[in-house]
């Protein structure tokens, strides 16, 4: 993971996306004082090196999962990335994390009650393979997040505008 | 919780959802098949103008338009740009479980989210209290933030550390929505 080489531009564009990213190139070209040609291909090569995504984050109140927990998995070593591709695989599993410490991988989903996370801990992590501790704790009050930064691990199919 | 075996999993005594953020129990905004249609839409692509996604769906621009503002409006919706860890130079990542001692837990994880280096705190059930995310340019920055940070934080009775070495997924469309400055 070395450091990327981003300018003032690349910074100040990033800062107006993660307000909103339905403004248009014409109005961030205006803004920020450069071409819309500029900003296009700056927003291209940013979504191309996987520094930027574009997404839709919806509120609790449009769906029902809405509590966030960790489940911390103590794993064979020889098959740590085996079994973190294999908990990444499971549609109710948000994020995984893979970490040198007291568990070797956390993994984070959004849940809407207990039955869910016993389903997804006991039922279908602690059986696979290579798992041999699971343990699980949930966030009864989240003190600061921030949705607009995260890991991109695939880097969207960028789509040509205008 | 802890797990050990298969059994069934101890709903923990005393777990209160007090101070939770708004769950499916304060449901208030209504919304339909169409406005999920459009989300998913801005979910393949933030960037896609209303008349790409009025004529992906057979709607016109204006419903478009206005289904969204309704969302945003009620800060049910956000179309933003993420961003990656490493393009504001973090390239070390720490998950750090707190162990709080003779102050409240939400006293310390408020003022722990008040350091830059922290970007996600959260009180958890658990065998700690809480659970943070802690973002470095370097390992050098470690000394700094332990020794002249968290130094200055009372009630912390231990720390354990768990070095973040690689991301296989990290997807999180649902999130607390800030009202717009």
Not at chain 1, 56 to 76: H, P, S
Not at chain 2, 35 to 62: C, K, M, P, W, Y
Request: hydrophobic share 45%; charged share 25%; proline share 3%.
């Amino acid at each position: 993971m070395a450091a990327p080489l981003l300018d003032t531009l690349d910074t100040q564009l990033i800062d107006l996306l993660s307000r909103d990213a339905r403004v248009s190139n014409r109005k961030i070209a205006a803004e920020l004082g450069v071409t819309e040609g500029t900003v296009r291909g700056r927003i291209k090569r940013l979504q191309q090196d996987g520094l930027i995504a574009f997404t839709a984050i919806t509120g609790f109140e449009m769906g029902k999962r809405a509590r966030l927990a960790f489940i911390n998995v103590q794993a064979d070593v020889d098959k740590v990335r085996e079994v973190a591709r294999t908990i990444a695989d499971l549609p109710q599993v948000n994020a995984v994390l893979i970490t040198m410490g007291q568990f070797n991988i956390t993994a984070m989903c959004l849940v809407d009650e207990l039955d869910a996370l016993v389903e997804i801990a006991s039922d279908q992590i602690l059986t696979i393979n290579g798992v041999h501790h699971v343990e699980t704790s949930i966030a009864v009050k989240t003190i600061k997040y921030n949705a607009r930064m995260a890991k991109i691990t695939r880097p969207a199919e960028v789509v040509d505008e205008d | 919780m802890r797990l050990t075996s298969r059994g069934p999993m101890r709903k923990p005594a005393g777990l209160t959802y007090a101070g939770q953020m708004p769950g499916p129990m304060t449901q208030s905004f209504s919304y339909d098949a169409t406005d999920l249609n459009i989300v998913e839409q801005l979910r393949l692509n933030g960037r896609a103008n209303n008349q790409q996604i009025a004529e992906t769906l057979g709607l016109t621009a204006t419903t478009v338009s206005n289904r969204i503002k309704r969302m945003e409006d009620a800060n049910q919706l956000r179309v933003v740009a993420v961003s990656d860890f490493s393009a504001h130079g973090f390239n070390v990542l720490l998950r750090i479980s707190v162990e709080v001692d003779g102050r409240p837990a939400s006293d310390v994880a408020h003022e722990l989210g008040a350091l830059p280096e922290v970007v996600a705190v959260h009180i958890v059930t658990g065998r700690y209290d809480i659970d943070m995310l802690v973002a470095l340019h370097d390992f050098e920055d470690l000394a700094h933030f332990l020794l002249d940070r968290l130094s200055d934080i009372h009630g912390i009775r231990s720390l354990t550390p768990a070095i973040v070495v690689d991301i296989c997924s990290y997807q999180f469309d649902v999130a607390p929505i800030e009202a717009k400055e």
